[in-house]
């Protein structure tokens, strides 16, 4: 037993997995804690460090980043603040809800502000208490998307589609409040919202099969549960011949599914980024609100190989669209 105990020790060390700066021991700490290795969440940190150093710091000489991520093991997140606690930072930045969650659990009497990015609905998780007033710890940039340009944009792309399908994890807020979101920019529009709740990846295939079957398009949302297994989302769709449109638009450039409408994951960085020099210059989380992306950092992508692969043609409108990819 002692043997297992020892070994279980340490392959949760090394999930732990911190990247660090040798530095002046002067400089300002900042501590970055993210979920895991994810090409989008790996955008927002270094969105966030390039504002932080394009503000004139130093990294190594004025600023210290540290980075330390679970590899989307949620029981690993106390090891992983506790030992950020420990290192004394000036600024904690918490990227994904469950993090920002954690985070602000464990560090409430904490001295140091927090900034939290790539959170979609910063209230509904508890963060901030309205997106016009920032939290008494924390506060930061929002990855939600535009539901209602989303809409728009299926009803062009998509003309036919009046049942969007919309898998989400029942235990994430970020889930939850995503399918309140959809469903209220539903209203008053030609689109019904047909939902499936997924607990873990392992039922992804039967549970979208399921709702390809009832849906006309299935939209894949920034969920720490669908994006990594998005894959596996795009070939029960696929199977279907249901078009499935992402948030992030890494899968369509490798040709996995149709199209995406998402935001730059780096700009939410900088977003960030820029409020965490507000608080290094003394400002108050509470006086700073949550950011959302604007419109503009919002882009098309579609690849059309995949929509030909599922019998969908591309409207003439975006014939001249730099958006579409071979």
Not at 69 to 90: E, G, Y
Not at 219 to 234: D, E, K, M, R, T
Not at 237 to 244: D, G, M, R, Y
Request: hydrophobic fraction near 45%; proline fraction near 6%.
């Amino acid at each position: 037993m002692k043997r297992k105990s020892i070994w279980s020790g340490l392959v949760a060390a090394l999930m732990l997995v911190p990247v660090c700066n040798v530095a002046n021991a002067d400089a300002l700490k900042i501590a970055i804690a993210n979920f895991g290795e994810h090409p989008q969440l790996s955008a927002v940190a270094e969105g966030f460090k390039k504002e932080i150093t394009s503000s004139g710091m130093s990294e190594g000489k004025d600023v210290v980043f540290t980075l330390d991520h679970v590899n989307f093991d949620t029981t690993l997140l106390p090891q992983m603040l506790a030992k950020i606690n420990a290192s004394k930072p000036d600024l904690v930045f918490a990227i994904t809800t469950p993090v920002a969650q954690n985070a602000l659990n464990m560090f409430a009497d904490a001295s140091y502000p927090m900034v939290f990015g790539a959170v979609t609905d910063p209230v509904a998780a508890g963060l901030v208490p309205s997106w016009e007033k920032g939290g008494k710890k924390m506060t930061g940039a929002s990855d939600g998307l535009d539901i209602g340009a989303t809409l728009k944009l299926v009803e062009k792309l998509f003309p036919k589609a009046e049942t969007i399908g919309v898998p989400f994890n029942p235990g994430e807020a970020n889930d939850v409040a995503m399918v309140a979101s959809v469903k209220e920019a539903a209203k008053g529009t030609k689109f019904s919202v047909a939902e499936v709740s997924i607990d873990n990846t392992n039922e992804i295939p039967a549970r979208v099969a399921a709702l390809a079957r009832k849906a006309d398009l299935i939209y894949g949302s920034g969920s720490n549960l669908i994006q990594p297994a998005i894959a596996a989302v795009a070939a029960s769709a696929n199977e279907a011949k249901v078009p499935l449109l992402n948030s992030d638009d890494g899968p369509v450039r490798k040709g996995i599914l149709p199209a995406a409408f998402s935001v730059s994951y780096k700009q939410i960085g900088h977003n960030a980024g820029k409020i965490a020099l507000r608080l290094l210059k003394g400002e108050k989380t509470a006086d700073i609100a949550p950011l959302r992306p604007a419109y503009e950092d919002h882009a098309i992508t579609i690849s059309r190989s995949a929509m030909d692969a599922i019998g969908a043609e591309i409207p003439a409108e975006f014939d001249n669209c730099d958006c579409i990819i071979k």
